[in-house]
């Protein structure tokens, strides 16, 4: 953003260095109250970094957790101290393509900044710290890099002031599976002895916020917490066992830029070629750590330039993503636990606009979450998925969140719940028992399906291999059998005694 002379005057920032620098560097003409608050804690804690920890109340604010929703501009608030403080800040983020993204803002922002990364040259090594001797505000690096003893010596010798961990949460959820280098970063801070560290997380429930704070601080650490709601984003639920045909239903009516989040790199590119088939244009592209550095940069560019593209996308693509107007958010497959939820849905309506968040939720999801106990985290989505109250309060509960007025899901809307795939096929067993066999009802299923689809679409789009899914989904949850004598291979319901013209789940 560039300087208004109209607006820029001087004398406003006389005594307000925050706003001045926020202002110069970012072309910032406002924070937000809670960024106030963060930047305020470490400045304090900074003045104070040389008192005895029982004599100040400050101490504290040193060691911060901040939870603050997605777009809500986590990064302003330790970039700016940054301008401000009297030495480097480290910032440790989880992906190295965050790593690159941030910096390239931060050089936007004439923010000079350094990273490290495996991998790297003697010489490229060298020419950091000749940078941070000239000046560079900002160490960038990921915690596998920091598990080096010669560069954490180095870097206790130029003094870092501010450690911050960006996307915390992935300490919880990392750490203890496929990146182990999470847990050490709580030795990582001792061995650099600075006096100001700052957690910060969009999504933490009380259990992952204590494990947080127990890794990173050994339990001791100031919470700073805004409300968890993005009231801006609006969360649906589509029930549907072939959940590639919904997406295409979707991505129909929708608005768009969109993303589908997809679980496998193969459902990811299946999931592009697909879109692509059905709209005949290169309306969709695929990303996920698979793809080379060069091809990730080129659909990155595509995207943030797209008006009306969809992106197939992995949890690859999520953190740190900076594109404000994506209206729409599907998720193909269900993440585990609230918290993963909460941050790729937040992808959408970063600019303030309403942005719509879809979960396609199926018969095989309900039984694989249904194994969950119901006090764990991942039995959260399962609650929300199948709730019949309001799906933003299941979230917020899940985060240990605040109560919230709701206008923006499809229960509190009061939306009719629309049929699901596998309750048509449910219907056509329960009025004709010992009629389908598995073939015959097949066929009828896929040309009824068809038949629906062209309400919107020119071509006929279901498959033999679409309707398998709702067949296979039907059986294994046990609302289906097949009969064994004498109509040997016929279907009926699993119980007729029991059985309900409207089934759930």
């Known amino acids: 953003m560039e300087k208004s002379d109209s607006f820029y005057d001087e004398s406003v920032y006389e005594n307000d260095v925050v ?52 777009g809500a501009g986590k990064s302003l ?29 931060m050089q936007e922002g004439n923010l000079k900044s350094v990273m490290f990364r495996g991998g790297m040259s003697k010489e490229d090594y060298d020419l950091n710290f000749k940078k941070i001797q000239d000046g560079a505000k900002i160490i960038i690096a990921n915690p596998e890099v920091l598990q080096n003893p010669k560069l954490i010596e180095d870097l206790k010798s130029v003094g870092i002031v501010h450690i911050t961990i960006d996307e915390a949460h992935c300490v919880s959820e990392w750490g203890d599976s496929f990146r182990p280098a999470y847990l050490g970063l709580g ?15 969009a999504t933490a429930s009380g259990g992952v916020l204590e494990r947080v704070s127990q890794i990173l601080f050994d339990g001791m650490a100031h919470v700073v917490r805004s409300e968890s709601d993005r009231a801006n984003i609006h969360y649906f639920v589509r029930r549907a066992a072939a959940k590639k045909k919904e997406a295409l239903f979707l991505a129909k009516t929708e608005l768009k830029p969109m993303i589908i989040f997809c679980g496998t790199r193969d459902k990811c590119e299946d999931m592009a070629q ?32 797209s008006k009306d593209g969809i992106l197939c996308a992995t949890c690859a693509y999520g953190m740190g993503v900076d594109k404000k107007d994506i209206k729409t ?38 039984l694989l979450f249904g194994k969950y106990s119901d006090d764990s985290r991942e039995a959260s989505m399962r609650n929300f998925a199948e709730t019949n109250d309001c799906r933003r309060q299941v979230l ?67 498959t033999h ?19 064994n004598f004498l109509w040997r291979n016929r279907l009926r319901i699993a119980d007729i005694k029991k059985a309900i013209n409207k089934i759930v789940y």
Request: hydrophobic content about 40%; overall charge negative; proline content about 3%.
């Open 19 to 70: 706003a001045k620098a926020a202002f110069e560097s970012f072309g910032i003409r406002y924070l937000y109250p809670w960024q106030r608050m963060v930047i305020a804690n470490i400045l304090e804690a900074f003045e104070f970094k040389d008192c005895e920890e029982d004599d100040f109340d400050s101490f504290c604010k040193g060691r911060q957790i901040v939870l603050l929703p997605t």
């Open 396 to 462: 917020l509960d899940a985060l240990g969140g605040e109560k919230a007025y709701c206008e923006g899901c499809d229960l509190c809307l009061k939306l009719k719940k629309s049929k699901a795939d596998w309750e048509r096929t449910y219907m056509l067993v329960k009025k004709q028992k010992n009629f389908y066999s598995e073939e015959s009802l097949n066929e009828k299923i896929m040309f009824l399906m068809n038949k629906k689809a062209r309400d919107f679409s020119d071509v006929n789009i279901w």
């Open 329 to 366: 958010v599907v998720h193909l497959e269900t993440p585990k636990t609230a918290e993963a939820y909460i941050q790729e849905a937040g992808r959408g309506g970063r600019d303030g606009s309403i942005a719509k968040a879809f979960l396609i939720w199926s018969l095989e999801d309900s």
């Open 77 to 105: 608030c330790f970039q700016i101290p940054a301008l401000l403080l009297d030495g480097p800040t480290l910032v440790i983020y989880p992906l190295l393509a965050l790593m690159a993204d941030q910096q390239r803002r």
């Open 465 to 483: 291999t679409d309707v398998s899914e709702i067949f296979s989904q039907l059986l294994d949850s046990k609302k289906i059998v097949k009969n």
């Open 187 to 201: 030795d990582v801070i001792k061995k650099l002895d600075a006096p100001l560290i700052t957690a910060f997380t």
């Open 274 to 305: 697909e879109l692509n088939v059905f709209f005949g244009k290169r309306i969709a592209k695929f990303y996920h750590a698979g793809l080379e550095k060069c091809e990730k940069d080129e659909v990155e560019k595509w995207f943030y330039n």
